[in-house]
């Protein structure tokens, strides 16, 4: 693995043809995971607003680098509405939220050349409690990917559309006297597959830290490690056609990649409303 070069800048705000009764069963062996032995990076930037008490709106910028932190992936801006009920103490631990991403993909390799462009959405459920110095929080994320652009001229509607629920739980340990409190997350993405097609998936674990510089600022930064395994679409002595799916659909070995990123958030604070009435004004 060749050293991280560089500083990570922080993104500016404005800135299958199925072939007929093939059975394909999976290779025998254990070497079903290959370790990619590549690392990754995140940096984000992200401003948040509460225009009214329980309503927080969020803009984020982030970029993200691969090959080793040698070459640029991808970057994406994403705007965010999250509702935080405050009625009472049964409801005040959960929240819901909002998203919707903008994702460009360059791709300088190959023969065909050009950048494919993405639109996602997705809706969350949080809730999250605290318990002596233990924070403990969950979320459940249900999101749609589609393509607005490919790169080789194609029609983005044969990109199809990527779908997948996430469950991530956390916790984290505020420890006394210390500003960098440890928070360990896992996080199951569970792919929504085609009719008779097996489940598919992954999973992330990430630990990590924040702080607060200011009042209105927090500075966070993580280690993460995504894993999957090796993917068929049927089952054992099923043909691939018969669910519709190809060769491309197959999974032969899985894959390990680990991430380090680093993230800045600042809220912006709403002017105070004047006391005097209208006509006072």
């Known amino acids: 693995m060749r050293a991280a070069r560089g500083i990570l800048v922080f993104g500016l705000c404005l800135a299958s043809c199925a072939q007929a009764q093939v059975v394909i069963n999976p ?10 032995s590549e690392w990754r990076a995140w940096s984000g930037l992200t401003l948040a607003w509460k225009p009214v008490k329980r309503i927080q709106c969020a803009f984020t910028q982030q970029a993200r680098w691969a090959d080793d932190l040698t070459s640029f992936d991808r970057h994406f801006q994403q705007l965010e509405l999250e509702w935080d009920p405050k009625w009472n103490k049964r409801v005040e631990a ?22 494919d462009r993405y639109l996602r959405w997705q809706f969350d459920y949080g809730l999250n409690f605290g318990l002596a110095r233990w ?46 409190d440890p928070e360990f997350a896992v996080e199951r993405f569970a792919l929504v597959q085609p009719e008779g097609w097996e489940p598919d998936g992954s999973w992330r674990m990430r630990l990590g830290t924040s702080f607060k510089p ?13 894993g ?3 993917y068929f679409p049927t089952e054992l002595g099923v043909p691939l056609a018969a669910v519709g799916a190809g060769i491309d659909d197959i999974r032969e070995h899985g894959a390990v990649e680990w991430t380090v990123g680093f993230g800045w958030r600042y809220r912006f604070k709403s002017p105070k409303r004047s006391k005097k009435g209208l006509s006072e004004g």
């Not at 990917?145 to 984290?172: I, T």
């Open 214 to 226: 200011g009042k209105r600022q927090k500075l966070k930064a993580f280690i993460q490690w995504d």
């Open 228 to 230: 999957e395994g090796q």
């Open 135 to 180: 924070e403990i929080s969950g979320r459940v994320r249900y999101q749609r990917q589609v393509a607005l652009a490919l790169k080789d001229g194609s029609d983005p509607d044969s990109f199809g559309r990527q779908e997948a629920f996430r469950f991530k739980g956390s916790v984290g340990y505020n420890i006394k006297g210390w500003k960098l």
């Open 27 to 36: 290779p025998s062996g254990n070497d079903t995971v290959r370790d990619t």
């Open 94 to 115: 959960h929240s819901l939220s909002f998203g919707i991403r903008h994702t460009s993909k360059p791709d300088n390799k190959g023969e065909v050349q050009g950048v």
